[in-house]
């Protein structure tokens, strides 16, 4: 048998014993030198024997011969598998895994993953602070807030009647009607912060200014909160006149600033009756009755 080797196109033929020649295909070398697997072994190759007897007439007659006709035919392989091609390239880091093996590690760690969401704990609500800071007490605002306001516009227009004779007063410059729309913002921002949740009539332990016709602090607080809505509609009719004032100013009409005066004073006025001194309310109520019998 003969064993030629071509180093371009690493193609090597054998012949066999009857001398058949036979091509094993292109194998993979190391370092230029074949490495030849055994071919019965892999598969390559396998033998397949055919028998035949001819009788041929030759020129003296019937002679009858015997031949047997043997030949090596060559199959076709299935293709390698792959961890053999890392061993013939002389690789030396271990095959990559299955693909079934792959995913069903994916499927293993989404299901660790899945399994440890599961079991946390869910994280308790943040405490968020509230919306409003209300510092001030109702009490304070109406000493500072509403109280001066009110008490500029309606000292705003006048009419005062002396010895030296009538005197008007209204605004007249634009700094004079400027100043007196700061003091209707004023008043009119003050009923909002009057309706502030969690705002307190009163500072604790502070007393009414006139305990004999005033309500304590803590009952005119319990009253608000007892109906907030009637302590909101009160609010928003303080707001509704002061409104009218501020009308009057953009207008700068002196003579409508002075009549909404009146509106606000009615809308202080029937809201003391309700928080502050209800019992002097009870008294007109009673006044009304009589007068309405005569």
Request: charged share 30%; proline share 6%.
């Amino acid at each position: 048998m003969q064993r030629r080797q071509s180093r371009g196109g690493r193609a090597i033929k054998k012949n066999d014993a009857e001398g058949h020649q036979l091509d094993t295909g292109a194998l993979k070398t190391t370092e230029e030198k074949a490495e030849v697997p055994s071919l019965d072994k892999e598969g390559w190759l396998r033998r397949l024997r055919k028998c035949r007897e001819a009788s041929l007439a030759g020129a003296d007659g019937v002679v009858g011969s015997s031949h047997r006709l043997s030949e090596v035919e060559r199959t076709t392989p299935a293709a390698p598998p792959k961890e053999r091609d890392h061993l013939l390239d002389g690789a030396a880091t271990p095959p990559l895994p299955r693909r079934g093996l792959r995913l069903s590690l994916t499927l293993a760690s989404v299901s660790l993953f899945l399994g440890s969401s599961c079991n946390r704990q869910p994280e308790p609500p943040k405490q968020t602070e509230p919306e409003y800071r209300a510092t001030g007490t109702i009490k304070d605002l109406m000493d500072s807030m509403v109280d001066p306001s009110a008490d500029f516009l309606w000292d705003s227009v006048a009419t005062t009647v002396s010895a030296k004779g009538i005197e008007d007063k209204a605004p007249h410059t634009d700094a004079e009607w400027a100043e007196v729309r700061r003091r209707a913002i004023t008043l009119l921002e003050a009923t909002n912060l009057l309706l502030m949740p969690g705002r307190h009539v009163a500072k604790p332990g502070e007393k009414a200014d006139d305990p004999k016709v005033e309500l304590a602090p803590e009952q005119i607080e319990q009253l608000i909160n007892q109906d907030r809505k009637v302590w909101t509609d009160r609010a928003h009719a303080l707001h509704d006149s002061a409104m009218a004032s501020l009308k009057a100013i953009e207008n700068k009409n002196a003579e409508e600033l002075l009549n909404s005066g009146d509106g606000i004073d009615q809308a202080c006025e029937n809201c003391h009756l309700v928080y502050w001194y209800p019992d002097e309310a009870k008294k007109l109520k009673d006044v009304d009755k009589q007068q309405q019998k005569q």
